[in-house]
């Protein structure tokens, strides 16, 4: 399945990762901004979700980065090498891959993690999801940009 998508929906799959995150393996998320509010989110949830087997990772600016960082412990975000920081950042994306057949998720979006991006502004995306061909290859394909990125 592959549709339009908006920050609400990236809101909404980052709800489904801190609900349930023993379902997900991984989430990547990158992003070249991120809110005060959202980096406590996103820090909570990686701590969590490490607990149960689900590595977070965060693609980012030194921008992004300087915002998880105050939420999180030094040791975690270095041990664990959980943030890439890249100058000239601008892509915006999401994936949770499931421990499920066909239900992982990728969003491709212009919605920064931050409070606009995800609630106020008017966000436009592409969202995919592995039950059809194209949304498997969609997501193999921006898998393959996030590694070559976190390289």
Same mark, same amino acid.
């Given at each position: 399945?592959?549709? !339009?998508?908006?920050?609400?929906?990236?809101?909404?799959?980052?709800?489904?990762?801190?609900?349930?995150?023993?379902? %997900?393996?991984?989430?990547?998320?990158?992003?070249? %901004? !991120?809110?005060?509010?959202?980096?406590?989110?996103?820090?909570?949830?990686?701590?969590?979700?490490?607990?149960?087997?689900?590595?977070?990772?965060? !693609?980012?600016?030194?921008?992004?980065?300087?915002?998880?960082?105050?939420?999180?412990?030094? =040791?975690?975000?270095?041990?664990?090498?959980?943030?890439?920081?890249?100058?000239?950042?601008?892509?915006? %994306?999401?994936?949770?891959?499931?421990?499920?057949?066909?239900? =992982?998720?990728?969003?491709?979006? =212009?919605?920064?993690?931050?409070?606009?991006?995800?609630?106020?502004?008017?966000?436009?995306?592409?969202?995919?999801?592995?039950?059809?061909?194209?949304?498997?290859?969609?997501?193999?394909?921006?898998?393959? %940009?996030?590694?070559?990125?976190?390289?």
């Amino acid at each position: 399945m592959i549709t !339009i998508s908006t920050g609400g929906d990236v809101q909404g799959l980052l709800a489904r990762v801190r609900q349930a995150p023993e379902a %997900f393996s991984a989430l990547i998320v990158c992003t070249p %901004f !991120i809110g005060a509010a959202e980096g406590r989110d996103l820090a909570s949830l990686m701590m969590h979700a490490d607990r149960v087997g689900c590595g977070v990772h965060l !693609i980012t600016t030194v921008t992004g980065a300087k915002v998880l960082k105050a939420a999180l412990s030094r =040791s975690m975000v270095m041990a664990n090498k959980r943030v890439k920081v890249l100058r000239n950042l601008h892509a915006k %994306f999401y994936i949770a891959i499931s421990r499920r057949a066909r239900s =992982s998720e990728v969003i491709v979006t =212009s919605a920064n993690l931050t409070r606009g991006g995800l609630r106020c502004n008017r966000e436009l995306g592409i969202r995919a999801k592995n039950n059809s061909d194209e949304g498997a290859q969609l997501i193999h394909k921006v898998m393959q %940009f996030a590694q070559q990125l976190a390289a």
